[in-house]
């Protein structure tokens, strides 16, 4: 039988890195994708000492780089002629605004841009392995986005830890309208996406965040805050369970109490949606499909 392959984005720390030892332990090959070498050498280590027979390679790449996104994608169809999961996972919340090596606002280059690439890039392979899923981790923070304009939905901002939220929920709302019309635009493939929300996590992700320590400290002791392997759920169910065989253009969230809040506008715009998508599809270059 074909070994099954996934790829996990960010898959070095926090929710990523359980997300690839969950899929390890399905019996998937799983390739990381991540910018440091060092840090993609420690987590196979980690995890091929901790999932008897695991299979983990990784694949070097700056997702806020499109040269480096297209470079990645093509390494990884020249190693893979077929993908049966892809989980875009790594994100940053950067408190200060920094600018991409193609002059993006850095954060949404991160979070959007890449991923959006990425998946674009990698669709051949998908569609080859089909039945295939894609899962996109998004965050509840997509209510803090505030307005959304697609024509400026990328240009180098001014921010400081205060204004960063509203970014950061921006390019996380992008994640899910993004989603919503790649599964449209799959219909009828066999291949599924869904974007999800891990619940407030303990990993590095606010490191940068003044008094992120103090406030971490806290939560840690209630309910509200969970482990990255916790996170990790609903991403690996997303991925693998038969339940969500089929199943596509959803946003499933894991944060308490979620369920009893009403949908945030912005998800059930479809004109928003598409015009995310046509101007994600002109910054990185790609032919309309
Ligand atoms: N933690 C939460 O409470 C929470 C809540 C909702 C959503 N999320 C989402 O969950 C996802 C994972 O975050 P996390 O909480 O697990 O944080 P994390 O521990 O900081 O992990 C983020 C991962 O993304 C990678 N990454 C960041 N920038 C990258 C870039 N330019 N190119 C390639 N890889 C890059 C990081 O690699 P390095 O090791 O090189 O930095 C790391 O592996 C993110 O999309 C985040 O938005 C998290």
Redesign the pocket.
Known sequence: MRNKIAIV?????????EIARGLARAGFLVGI????EM?GRAAVEELTADVPGARIETFL?????LQ?VRRVAASLEERFDRLDVLV??????MMRAKESADGFD?MV???HL?PFLLTNLLLGPLEKAAPSRIVI?????HRFADRLDPARMAEPGSYRAAGSLRV?GR??LM?ILFAQELARRLEGSGVTVNAM???????????ELPGNARIGGLLSHTPVM?T?AQ?ARMALKLALDEEFEGRTGGFYSSTPGAGLVPEAGPLKNEVLRRAVWEQSARLVGLPPR
């Open positions: 984005t960010g898959g070095t720390s926090g929710i990523g890195k994708v991540c910018r440091s840090r790449a700056d997702l806020s780089a480096d875009d996972n790594a994100g940053v919340h850095r280059a991160t979070n890449g981790v998004a965050s509840e923070a950061y390019s996380k994640n929300c891990p619940g407030f996590v303990a990993t590095g992700l606010t490191r969970r990255p996170g």
